[in-house]
């Protein structure tokens, strides 16, 4: 599922509210048909794979800022979540490697590696449910096409869920669904909202005159 809106039209909060983060003060969330406050509430964090829009990086060794709250992985297997997050490569060109150790927070990172290494933390856990808060908003179309690509295999068996303020991002989701004001606005795939010639269509047509730009 796709979910995209303009700023504070209240992607952010649905994805707050499907990991507690807050509650609902009205109505409420289902996850297997069950309210999400039934679920053991540690349970349901460990098999959500999240990457929030404000990254957050340990003082610590890339590898295990990736591996971060799983004790069992193997070495491919977090090689594996960086090529799939388009990190690899960078990581590689580090004099340390995967052992290359981060300033507070990934201070000597830019914000499309701190993005990606993020994304790869999220992958290597492979969760029943990915929510992607607009995590690819500091990388170029070329590297989000590719990360998509990866996203795509990673979330064939699972539930995906992709919050984004650029179109191209959720293009490819099954349904998607158009916020505005925190109501949803217009839902459907990417070719039924275009036919719709509302906020959706509104949306595509100005990011790709910018993007032509």
Do not use: W
């Amino acid at each position: 599922m796709g979910i995209v809106g303009r700023t504070g039209s209240g992607k952010s909060t649905i994805a707050n509210l499907l990991l507690r983060m807050m509650n609902p003060t009205s109505g409420e969330i289902l996850i297997d048909g069950q309210p999400v406050a039934s679920h053991d509430l540690a349970h349901l964090r460990k098999n959500i794979g999240y990457v929030p829009q404000e990254v957050f990086l340990f003082s610590d060794s890339i590898h295990n800022n990736i591996a971060f709250g799983k004790d069992d992985l193997t070495e491919a297997e977090i090689s594996q979540a960086a090529l799939d997050a388009d990190i690899h490569d960078t990581i590689q060109g580090f004099a340390d490697g995967y052992q290359t150790i981060l300033g507070e927070r990934g201070i000597n990172l830019s914000g499309g590696q701190k993005q990606r290494i993020s994304i790869a933390r999220a992958l290597v856990k492979k969760p029943t449910i990915f929510v992607f808060d607009d995590c690819l908003s500091a990388v170029d179309t070329e590297t989000e096409d590719h990360i998509l690509g990866s996203l795509r295999k990673a979330m064939s068996t699972c539930t995906g869920i992709i919050i984004a303020h650029r179109i191209s991002s959720v293009k490819e989701a099954d349904h998607i669904i158009v916020l505005d004001h925190g109501k949803i606005r217009e839902s459907g795939n990417h070719q039924e909202l275009l036919s719709h010639n509302g906020l959706y269509a509104a949306m595509y047509r100005q990011q790709s005159a910018e993007k032509a730009d």
